[in-house]
């Protein structure tokens, strides 16, 4: 298994530009996450999904996010407009169940970068 | 949300020396993992452990989880330079669907 696919690995934009971040799933797998990471805040929860539906959005910082998930095989995480406080490293991860039961998968991240 | 709160933040040890790290909430777990991420990587999983009290061994890293599920410590013996990284503690959200990670534990071994 390929594990879990990100892309870009690195985006570098101005602001008041829109950002997409791509994520490939294990597939198979029933729960996809994304997270964000930071020095200062560490990882945090942004959203995630089961079976394609989003369940819990409250990590989302604002609405300039939003995160789709069309088919089990693909998920997308929008950033528009960006700012430069959203530079860090956005993380795909998914998991065969629930995380009290399963250990997450992560893709190896894509770093955002806005001047 | 449930914090986890991991200490030291950084530690800087020499080929050889022993370390322990931690992980502590004031929340009760029903389990917690502990995850290695090396530069330019996701978080990869060492181990789950769901018992109070249990210990799990995986070559020179010890694992413990506390008898009330509301803390752990990983134990390294006899560091080596590849066990440089950063060192997470993650545990269920409140839904228990996914999960909440501390900051984390940034180890550098050096030769």
């Known amino acids: 298994d390929a594990g879990v696919i990100q892309s870009p690995r690195h985006e570098v934009t101005e602001m008041g530009q829109e950002v997409t971040l791509r994520c490939k799933p294990i597939?198979?797998?029933?729960?996809l996450f994304w997270y964000r990471q930071t020095m200062m805040r560490g990882l945090e929860l942004l959203i995630y999904?089961?079976?394609?539906?989003?369940?819990?959005d409250s990590g989302m910082p604002e609405d300039r996010f939003s995160a789709k998930m069309p088919n089990a095989s693909f998920s997308t995480l929008k950033i528009q407009p960006s700012e430069p406080r959203d530079s860090a490293v956005y993380f795909c991860?998914?998991?065969?169940?629930?995380?009290?039961?399963?250990?997450?998968?992560f893709g190896n991240g894509t770093r955002l970068t806005v001047t | 949300t449930q914090l986890l709160e991991q200490s030291p933040q950084f530690l800087s040890i020499q080929e050889g020396e022993n370390l322990t790290v931690y992980c502590n909430s004031s929340?009760?777990?029903?389990?917690l993992q502990w995850y290695r991420q090396e530069p330019g990587e996701g978080p990869v999983l060492l181990v789950t452990?769901?018992?109070?009290?249990e210990v799990k061994k995986l070559k020179r890293l010890t694992f413990q989880f506390g008898d009330a599920r509301k803390d752990s410590s990983l134990h390294i013996t006899a560091a080596q330079p590849g066990d440089t990284g950063l060192y997470l503690c993650?545990?269920?959200?409140?839904?228990?669907?996914?999960?909440?990670f501390g900051k984390g534990t940034s180890l550098l071994v050096t030769p």
């Open positions: 993650a545990g269920p959200s409140n839904s228990g669907y996914a999960l909440n």
């Open positions: 452990v769901v018992t109070g009290g």
């Open positions: 991860a998914s998991s065969f169940q629930a995380a009290y039961n399963s250990p997450l998968h």
């Open positions: 929340s009760v777990f029903s389990s």
């Open positions: 999904f089961n079976n394609n539906v989003p369940i819990d």
């Open positions: 597939s198979g797998h029933d729960y």
